[in-house]
């Protein structure tokens, strides 16, 4: 699929495209949603002032999501000669700024030393972590083990796999929709509200289970999410734009 193929679908969009031309082109593989409705006083003190909590009926969401990063490639250069396919593994939840929805990122972990420390430097918080990544037909065993001096420690592993051959897109004023469709990553740096705008077209979503081993991604940041079964959704692939970072204030 070509990048125009990709910027003609705008619909599904909460807002319009970003100004000026993506940098960054990414594919995300075998990708699990898994997400947990928390009380909005449980997260509020972790994320920054400058940023609104988003709720969906009077609850916060925080979300896990592991997966699979094709080798990234810059628009207008030749893929990196270094460039590797890596595992990543966020954690995130949903805020509003001047009006727009987004996600931000308590952490994001991956298994490339020069991704983190790439990443890092517009402001998100990445971390170096050991993760494993293996396919067994359609399930997928994962762990990831944080060992990043900068970050407390933690672990998430289990076994995830989709449950329908379906595919299906999140339909508007959903609760799916408004946890899956979000465009933009916030982060505050030096008091700064700083913002990556992405594109893709609508999330290929398929039921899931998730066969859950470990999962201390919350533990680090004080954060206990809620003993019940998360809603899970899984993707196998999705071709994404990049924007490059740009301060909002």
């Not at 979503?205 to 003993?227: F, H, V, Y």
Request: aromatic share 12%; proline share 8%; glycine share 4%.
């Amino acid at each position: 699929m070509t990048s125009n193929d990709i910027l003609a679908a705008q619909d599904h969009r909460p807002f319009e495209l970003p100004k000026g031309k993506w940098r960054i082109r990414q594919t995300w593989h075998d990708l699990l949603f898994a997400h947990w409705p928390v009380e909005p006083e449980r997260i509020a003190p972790y994320v920054p002032k400058q940023l609104e909590l988003d709720l969906w009926d009077g609850a916060a969401w925080v979300s896990v999501s592991p997966f699979l990063v094709s080798p990234l490639s810059i628009r207008g250069l030749p893929t990196l000669p270094l460039a590797r396919s890596f595992c990543e593994l966020n954690m995130r939840t949903y805020v509003v700024y001047r009006g727009r929805p987004g996600v931000y990122f308590f952490s994001l972990d991956a298994s490339s030393r020069l991704a983190v420390e790439a990443a890092r430097l517009t402001g998100l918080p990445y971390f170096h972590a050991a993760i494993s990544m293996k396919r067994e037909k359609e399930l997928i065993l994962y762990a990831c083990d944080r060992n990043d001096a900068r970050m407390r420690s933690a672990s998430f592993a289990g076994i995830y796999y989709p449950t329908s051959g379906e595919i299906c897109h999140a339909e508007p004023d959903t609760r799916l929709h408004w946890l899956t469709e979000r465009y933009r990553l916030y982060s505050v740096k030096r008091d700064g509200v700083m913002a990556i705008d992405i594109h893709h077209l609508p999330w290929p979503l398929q039921s899931a289970e998730w066969i859950a081993d470990k999962n201390t991604m919350g533990e680090a940041w004080g954060i206990e999410l809620p003993d019940v079964k998360p809603i899970l959704t899984y993707s196998k692939f999705l071709d994404v734009l990049i924007w490059p970072m740009k301060m909002l204030n």
